[in-house]
């Protein structure tokens, strides 16, 4: 078989669905199940309208934390810490023996150290002087 790579500006969601289908087949032929399970914290307004909130799931014993926003009129007032406690009490329900979550956000990083997770990793040198930081939570 003749391959012809070249770069493309991107793929079709079911292109990127093909990849990951098989990606999560292989890894699982390889590691074992995932047992993941999808996790989420909706945070709406008075009108029921989503404006923001936690999302991420379980999976071989972790809570991935993949998104965590609060709107700028609602920062402050506790609501990060809030959804991140309710998740991880969810995930220890399921048996998870931690979590972990990257940001860039210096504010939230102060927020996630205050809730008891530690650095695991850092990349330094993003475009703008930014770095993304990688942290974990052993329950």
């Known amino acids: 078989m003749d391959i012809d790579l ?5 793929m079709t969601a079911d292109e990127e669905d093909f990849i990951l289908e098989r990606l999560m087949t292989h890894n ?14 909706p945070l709406h307004d008075d009108d029921g309208n989503l404006i923001g909130g936690l999302t991420g799931y379980t999976g071989r014993g972790w809570l991935y934390v993949s998104m965590l926003y609060i709107p700028d009129e609602l920062r402050g ?10 998740a991880e009490a969810e995930a220890r329900a399921r048996g998870a023996i ?5 940001t860039m956000n210096p504010a939230a990083l102060k927020l996630y150290l205050k809730q008891g997770y530690t650095e695991i990793g850092t990349l330094k040198g993003l475009d703008g002087g930014h770095s993304v930081t990688w942290l974990q939570k052993r329950f």
Do not use: C, H, Q, S
């Not at 070249?6 to 991107?10: L, Y």
């Not at 699982?28 to 914290?41: C, H, I, K, Y």
């Not at 506790?78 to 959804?83: D, E, I, P, S, T």
């Open 28 to 41: 699982a032929a390889t590691f074992g199940p995932t047992n993941r399970r999808e996790l989420a914290v």
């Open 6 to 10: 070249k770069i493309i500006e991107g």
């Open 77 to 86: 007032r506790g609501l990060a810490a809030r959804m991140l406690d309710m």
């Open 98 to 102: 931690g979590a972990y979550i990257d």
